[in-house]
């Protein structure tokens, strides 16, 4: 077991900020749970919900990568990530795309590029919204990007695109096309740009990278992710609410 687990069992939010160096990704994974709870709406009562963090590492072609899920600020996306990764479903997955000092992206579990998770109690593929909470709010934007609902260009996601951040993917078109795809941002000039970046408001991240992130960035098209674990806080996974 890798020693960040093992510390972590003492001090999650510690151990993070110490892998971390106190930079500003660490602010953002190690940050208390929000003063006001997130309220999911009713019409996502039929998604798993993560409440609370969770630790997933991935093993891959070029070595581990370990990622802290953000449950408390982005409980749909982060539900939907975990759930993916305890019912094996990122299993020999492929990455589909790689752009040196910009991000890698997953494909769907079959190599393709517009399926995903095909629900067994629905036999429909799960579809997950777009979930962003602005700066200054207490509760998430769903459904739309922030420009859409809008909010000034100027106020940023509580959880930014900064080096290592890890979001859902879905087409230009539609914010609540997501499933499965996830990409990994590595940072440049324009990932860590003060005045903010292409993907800042535009697409849901749940979650960053705290080990392996160098690993992440060897990724090249055709490698795959051999297999994914929770290592911590699976039991915080809540599963649909059905009526």
Same mark, same amino acid.
């Given at each position: 077991?890798?020693? #960040?687990?093992?510390?972590?069992? =003492?001090?999650?939010?510690?151990?993070?900020?110490?892998?971390?160096?106190?930079?500003?990704?660490?602010?953002?994974?190690?940050?208390?749970?929000?003063?006001?709870?997130?309220?999911?709406?009713?019409?996502?009562?039929?998604?798993?919900?993560?409440?609370?963090?969770?630790?997933?590492?991935?093993?891959?072609?070029?070595?581990?990568?370990?990622?802290?899920?953000?449950?408390?600020?982005?409980?749909?996306?982060?539900? @939907?990530?975990?759930?993916?990764? !305890?019912?094996?479903?990122?299993? @020999?997955?492929?990455?589909?795309?790689?752009?040196?000092?910009?991000?890698? !992206?997953?494909?769907?579990?079959?190599?393709?590029?517009?399926?995903?998770?095909?629900?067994?109690?629905?036999?429909?593929?799960?579809?997950?919204?777009?979930?962003?909470? +602005?700066?200054?709010?207490?509760?998430?934007?769903?459904?739309?990007?922030?420009?859409?609902?809008? #909010?000034?260009?100027?106020?940023?996601?509580?959880?930014?695109?900064? +080096?290592?951040?890890?979001?859902?993917?879905?087409?230009?078109?539609? +914010?609540?096309?997501?499933?499965?795809?996830?990409?990994?941002?590595?940072?440049?000039?324009?990932?860590?740009? +003060?005045? &903010? @970046? =292409?993907?800042?408001?535009?697409?849901?991240?749940?979650?960053?990278?705290?080990?392996?992130?160098? @690993?992440?960035?060897?990724?090249?098209? &055709?490698?795959? #992710?051999?297999?994914?674990?929770?290592?911590?806080?699976?039991?915080?996974?809540?599963?649909?609410?059905?009526?």
């Amino acid at each position: 077991m890798p020693a #960040i687990v093992k510390s972590l069992k =003492f001090s999650f939010s510690f151990v993070l900020l110490a892998v971390l160096c106190g930079g500003g990704t660490a602010s953002r994974v190690a940050a208390k749970p929000p003063a006001e709870p997130v309220q999911i709406p009713a019409a996502y009562a039929g998604l798993p919900r993560l409440t609370g963090k969770a630790l997933v590492e991935l093993q891959t072609s070029k070595g581990p990568i370990v990622i802290a899920v953000d449950g408390d600020r982005s409980p749909i996306n982060a539900g @939907n990530f975990v759930d993916l990764v !305890q019912k094996g479903v990122y299993t @020999n997955t492929p990455v589909n795309r790689s752009e040196k000092g910009y991000l890698m !992206q997953v494909s769907d579990p079959q190599g393709g590029n517009d399926g995903g998770y095909k629900d067994p109690s629905t036999g429909k593929i799960r579809r997950i919204p777009i979930e962003i909470i +602005p700066e200054g709010q207490a509760q998430p934007v769903y459904g739309k990007t922030l420009k859409a609902a809008g #909010i000034p260009e100027t106020t940023f996601p509580v959880m930014r695109h900064l +080096p290592g951040a890890v979001g859902l993917a879905h087409t230009e078109k539609d +914010p609540n096309s997501g499933s499965t795809q996830f990409y990994i941002t590595y940072g440049n000039n324009e990932m860590v740009n +003060p005045r &903010g @970046n =292409f993907l800042d408001g535009r697409y849901s991240v749940f979650g960053y990278v705290v080990d392996g992130l160098t @690993n992440a960035e060897k990724l090249r098209v &055709g490698d795959k #992710i051999l297999s994914a674990k929770v290592l911590l806080g699976g039991e915080k996974l809540q599963p649909p609410v059905t009526k």
